[in-house]
């Protein structure tokens, strides 16, 4: 049986550029400038093609090719006095 599966929303491209830049670029990266300009140019190429909205998961994937930085994950190293005493340890 086929479940009813619920489409995810769409959102505007524009929004979808500064959602990007503010989650990943300034967040974790110093070279600001250059993701925003690249984020607006990826937005209007999207528009002009006639593509004005999208999920953030695909446009998470065309961002990712296109821009020169690419996010990393993170390293997380645990405590090893925290997990002694049973500490959870959180992971962000």
Request: aromatic share 8%; proline share 4%.
């Amino acid at each position: 049986m086929v479940k009813n599966l619920r489409e995810k929303p769409k959102k505007n491209v524009r929004h979808l550029a500064n959602w990007y830049f503010g989650n990943y670029c300034a967040m974790k990266y110093g070279h600001e400038r250059e993701c925003d300009d690249k984020l607006q140019e990826i937005a209007a190429e999207l528009e002009k093609i006639g593509i004005t909205e999208m999920t953030h998961k695909k446009f998470g994937i065309i961002a990712r090719e296109n821009l020169t930085c690419k996010p990393i994950k993170r390293e997380f190293h645990e405590c090893p006095i925290c997990k002694k005493l049973g500490v959870p340890q959180r992971r962000f």
